[in-house]
């Protein structure tokens, strides 16, 4: 069975600094992985995807993930972090048509 | 930018009602999604369709749920007899041929 693990469901930093957020998989096959972002009282938006290529991935918003197969991670990061970065972050698993797995998201707060 | 889009934003019914959501893919994606986020959980799979038929469900989706594809733009969810544990943020989802899912703003469903 395939999940996701977020790693704190909560994450704060100030402006300015270093966004990480921590994401680990668990798929019986070569995974595809997805972070989505959710703005308070908005809806899910795609912010980047691994599709098997390039195992850093760049995403919108400065926002960048690292797939590492021995690691079985799909960490989040972000050099400097901007007020508007608040938000619910997802990460994802999923393949082909089928239904994604979603992580329980973590919660960046940002601290002025 | 095409975007997925959902009606009503917000849905209020009693218990043992039937409710009907709404939702517009992207006009030229061929497969379409539901999945719902209970208050305070993660977001979960519910349902998937292709080719006017149900490619793959969840064990959510039992017999009180269906989905329909009635016309060339509309993918509804119906839900025969409304339960207060239905009451949930429902999302509607789709994607083409690159299986990328691009989901709508959600309607949120509470049940008295």
């Known amino acids: 069975a395939q999940s996701v693990t977020q790693l704190g469901s909560h994450v704060s930093v100030s402006e300015g600094a270093l966004v990480l957020l921590r994401c680990n998989y668990s798929s019986s096959v070569p995974p595809y992985l997805f972070w989505y972002v959710q703005y308070p009282n908005q809806g899910l938006q795609l912010l980047l995807k691994?599709?098997?290529?390039?195992?850093l991935v760049k995403g919108i918003n400065g926002f960048e993930a690292e797939f590492k197969k021995s690691e079985t991670s799909f960490h989040l990061t972000k050099p400097s972090a901007h007020m508007s970065d608040a938000a619910e972050y997802f990460c994802v698993l999923g393949g082909g048509a089928d239904g994604l797995t979603f992580g329980k998201g973590t919660h960046l707060i940002i601290q002025p | 930018e095409p975007e997925v889009t959902q009606t009503p934003s917000h849905q209020v019914t009693q218990m043992g009602q039937e409710v009907i959501l709404r939702c517009v893919p992207i006009s030229n994606h061929l497969y379409f999604y539901w999945y719902r986020q209970i208050l305070g959980q993660k977001v979960e799979f519910l349902v998937s369709f292709y080719n006017n038929e149900i490619s793959e469900k969840s064990e959510i989706f039992d017999d009180q749920f269906s989905v329909e594809r009635p016309d060339g733009s509309n993918f509804t969810l119906k839900i025969r007899s409304t339960k207060l544990e239905d009451s949930a943020m429902y999302f509607c989802?789709?994607?083409?041929?690159?299986?990328?899912?691009?989901f709508g703003p959600g309607t949120r469903l509470t049940v008295l």
């Open positions: 691994y599709t098997s290529a390039a195992t």
């Open positions: 989802a789709s994607s083409g041929t690159s299986f990328t899912q691009y």
